[in-house]
């Protein structure tokens, strides 16, 4: 019987298109820990200089110029399969659904840096849109009620997401599989998701470089490339 899959990804499955992850050993905060502040949310609210700094740093991410790998493409085909009932992400780059990953599968868990929201009044508006204010404004303000922007992505200080959070932990609870890829496991609450799965009888396949704080509850620890590796493991599991 084929199995019901849930995958998780991390920063991991990017590297290879030019974004960088955030604890590898060429990490953005293992190379500049200072940036850690830029997604800090108490002192990005209450410090302009880090919100003008946080607005740069997004406007020249390498997310607006990245494509979807192989390893994203092999994720569209476990969906086409019939087999994948979530797919769960930390990424903010946009990358599974511009692979052509189901929006309705995709759960972004940590945001979208595609869209901006008014901290003040709710307003949602197109990044792009915002990024195109700062050569006149380095910090730009809502131009309904003059409250803080930020991108619609979870920083520190923040909660994620109730209903994304609550459909992950489901997808988590419900798969025969679930995979984790490139992920370091050492966020919670969504790196909880892991054993949650291994708690209710999922087989567990952690596709990492590095180990992680989970791996004691893997039944296979993969540390291949994931842009061959993950491929293979898509085909592996379609073909049970």
């Known amino acids: 019987m084929t199995p019901s899959v849930t995958v998780l990804t991390g920063a991991g499955i990017s590297t290879d298109v030019g974004i960088p992850d955030f604890r590898g050993p060429q990490g953005t905060w293992t190379l500049h820990p200072e940036r850690q502040d830029l997604l800090d949310y108490p002192v990005y609210m209450a410090d302009p200089d880090v919100r003008r700094r946080s607005w740069l740093a997004r406007l020249h991410s390498p997310m607006w110029d990245a494509h979807p790998s192989d390893a994203h493409r092999a994720l569209v085909e476990l969906?086409?399969?019939?087999?994948?009932?979530a797919l769960l992400t930390q990424n903010i780059d946009g990358l599974h659904q511009a692979a052509g990953s189901s929006s309705e599968l995709v759960v972004e868990l940590h945001g979208s840096l595609f869209t901006t929201v008014c901290t003040a009044c709710d307003g949602v508006w197109a990044t792009q849109?915002?990024?195109?204010?700062?050569?006149?404004?380095?910090?730009p303000h809502c131009e309904r009620c003059g409250g803080?922007?930020?991108t619609s992505t979870v920083?520190?200080?923040?909660?994620?997401p109730r209903d994304a959070l609550d459909r992950?932990?489901?997808a988590a609870s419900?798969?025969?599989?679930?995979?984790a890829v490139g992920t370091?496991?050492?966020?919670?609450p969504v790196a909880g998701l892991v054993p949650l799965a291994a708690h209710h009888g999922a087989e567990v396949v952690i596709v990492n470089a590095e180990p992680t704080p989970y791996d004691d509850v893997a039944v296979r620890l993969v540390r291949e490339p994931i842009q061959t590796s993950l491929p293979a493991l898509v085909r592996e599991l379609v073909d049970r």
């Open 148 to 150: 803080i922007l930020k």
């Open 129 to 139: 849109a915002v990024l195109e204010r700062l050569v006149e404004d380095p910090d």
């Open 155 to 160: 920083m520190f200080g923040q909660d994620l």
């Open 168 to 170: 992950a932990a489901e």
């Open 79 to 85: 969906e086409k399969a019939g087999v994948l009932t």
């Open 184 to 188: 370091s496991l050492q966020v919670h």
């Open 174 to 179: 419900t798969c025969d599989v679930m995979v």
